[in-house]
């Protein structure tokens, strides 16, 4: 195929500039450098137009086709944020920054997107408009939903939109998709009980707070085995439980509880938030003390569009020969914002035989870069075909 040649021509040159990425990782919205190198390279690819700020340091690249007659405009998203890890991998490119690496591949997945920019840029072989995305925040800052927030669907009449995030694990340059929901909603919790310090020798003076938090952990775990449908997914985890004292002969006067909740339907998520509520509240009156709870509404269910899932599978196997049925993730991406926004696809990528995502020896496979691109490539050019 002529976008896989063309692909494997630059392979070199987009790895230089994903292993730049990934030698100056920048976190959450902190992407100064990484976004001026993107806006840089894309004015230099001669896109149309180049807008910065979107989302705070989001960058967005407009490449109009050689005909327009279609009206069809189709976005393209990467992401470009990295994780507030100790990177362990002992590469001679490895992080530059102490305790932030690309832990994650945002780094291949900012230089694919820039790879299929500078091809399309080239060639404009197609009907319509593409905008490429590329996004700050995905880890935790919601990036996405201030890039929507800042009205970019309506800005550049986005119809539909695609993402795209390696796998490891998976054969290098496959792929994997499904239709509906895909990547869980993402929430929090925060509890804490009080009660009545005193000495640990005299527990009847008190009103004992460990007792009540850890009767509070192990209750929170019936929301999964006795209020939700066996059939449903749902994830409480109690993540962090810390004592107002670390003494061996106080009981302290708080406990502080920290957890998630991850789920794939708005019905358990309401489940979930009620029922934490409910449980907390209980425990710490049962035990004679309160529980102040705060319940945080993270990234969304990501749901596939079924039309854009089945043709962004149709274009995967016809650039690799390979794509899978993605199984449910039970972690969040909140490519979901967008996905809320405009109909469109997310799409896993092989990343060979590597460390796991969120790991410190993790690398992205930068043998994976032909595919990941041509896909982007070959999605604009099936969906808005020239004439």
């Known amino acids: ?84 890890i100790h990177e362990a991998t002992g590469l001679g490119y490895a ?36 905008v490429v995305i590329f996004q700050p925040a995905e880890e935790g800052g919601g990036g996405g939903k201030e890039m929507c927030d ?37 929430d929090q919790f925060d509890i804490v009980f009080e009660g009545k310090g005193g000495h640990a020798a005299k527990p009847h003076e008190t009103v004992d707070t460990t007792v009540m938090a850890a009767q509070a952990v192990m209750a929170l775990q019936t929301i999964t085995s006795r209020n939700a449908d066996p059939v449903d997914q749902i994830v409480v985890s109690v993540t962090s439980f810390e004592t107002s004292s670390n003494a061996f002969n106080v009981i302290p006067q708080t406990v502080h509880l920290k957890g998630t909740v991850r789920t794939m339907s708005n019905t358990m998520r309401d489940l979930a938030e009620k029922r934490i509520k409910e449980i907390c509240t209980g425990v710490g009156a049962t035990f004679g003390g309160t529980a102040d709870i705060k319940y945080h509404r993270g990234y969304p269910v990501m749901v596939n569009s079924e039309e854009q899932t089945q043709f962004a599978a149709e274009v995967a196997r016809s650039v690799s020969g390979q794509c899978d049925d993605a ?61």
Not at 75 to 83: F, I, S, V, W
Not at 164 to 180: D, E, V
Not at 330 to 337: I, L, T, V
């Open 1 to 84: 195929m002529p976008v896989k040649n063309r692909f494997a021509e630059l392979q070199a040159e987009i790895t230089e500039w994903r292993r730049d990425i990934h030698e100056h990782p920048e976190i959450l919205f902190e992407t100064h450098r990484t976004s001026a190198l993107v806006a840089e390279k894309l004015k230099e690819f001669g896109c149309d137009e180049v807008v910065t700020g979107i989302g705070r340091t989001g960058v967005v690249g407009v490449i109009r086709g050689k005909e327009s007659g279609s009206g069809k405009v189709i976005g393209l998203r990467a992401d470009m944020d990295a994780l507030p």
């Open 95 to 130: 992080s530059k920054t102490p305790g932030a690496m690309h832990a994650c591949g945002h780094d291949g997945h900012t230089a694919m997107l820039l790879g299929a920019a500078r091809y399309l840029s080239e060639t404009r072989n197609f009907d319509g408009t593409v």
């Open 150 to 186: 800042d009205g970019m669907m309506d800005r550049w009449g986005i119809q539909e939109v695609y993402g795209m995030h390696n796998w490891p694990g998976k054969p290098t340059g496959s792929f994997a998709i499904r239709p509906g929901a895909f990547f869980a909603a993402t």
């Open 327 to 387: 199984p449910l993730v039970m972690g969040g991406e909140d490519f979901a914002f967008m996905l809320e926004e405009r109909p469109g696809a997310y799409i896993l990528v092989g990343n060979g035989d590597t460390a796991m995502v969120h790991h410190p020896e993790y690398n992205f496979n930068d043998d994976a870069i032909p595919a990941g691109c041509s896909w982007w490539a070959e999605i604009v050019e099936r969906r808005m075909p020239a004439a």
